[in-house]
DNA sequence: CTTGACATACGAATTACTTAGTACTATAAA
DNA sequence: TTTATAGTACTAAGTAATTCGTATGTCAAG
């Protein structure tokens, strides 16, 4: 059975960030990660930590005592399927709008722009 | 009290989506526009309508039997405000990475991005 | 006046998300 | 060997999101 969409959740996202920086964690990395921020019990990390292994998110292998996580796939992948989410749920699709909301809001500035389209030229 | 967080689930933009399109509308047009493409109960509409008013999304006031529902909030301030929390969350709040994926991956061609550029020109 | 159509009000059921407690196990130190 | 420590497994509980059913009221047509 497919595993539906099961996108990632904000405190899986912020999970997922912390096993990035990492490449490989434990659990206990990402409950003290996360304990310079907030109050949580570990428990509660090995919770998500083993939701985001069954969404497909972390493989594990065990270490001596401990599991050793690490991602199963990279954060552009991820991110990216994120990104075209919200656009497909948002802006029906299309990226031009955001684009056009970025600007206006003053979220990029001109020279950004400008780097973007330099970026352009070196991929093709 | 302050609102909380309160972000538009999808469901809620879905039918957010449909009141813009329309200014004004009742249970019974959005219903009826959902229809269209998937199976839905009336009072599913209705309570989600109902909630989005809780939320402040929503406006309403009776004409006749019925209460006519029209945004609090422009389309643009709130979707605005999605891409906002979209960025913080996933970005940590910085839009140039979020350019940089839509770039590589091709969701964003060379040609907006110079209408781009040219509508900053407009702006300034 | 009865009845059908259409509206709201209320509440319940299901699933996902988030958090965390308790029980159990294995290792290492005393 | 006993015990403290550090790990996992299992379970539970609260809240939000999503969906819809039943009860009830009102208006208009017959």
Redesign the pocket.
Known sequence: MRP?H??L????LEIMKLVWQRETA???DI?EALLEH???????V???M??LET?GYLK?R?Q????IYRPAHTKNQVIGGMLREFIDRVFNGSAEPLLVHLVKTRHIREKDLHKMARMIEEIK
Do not use: G
């Open positions: 539906k099961t996108t959740t904000p405190q899986e434990t659990v206990r409950y907030r109050k949580i019990a570990y428990t509660t090995m919770t998500m083993k939701i969404k594990k065990r001596d005592r401990a599991f």
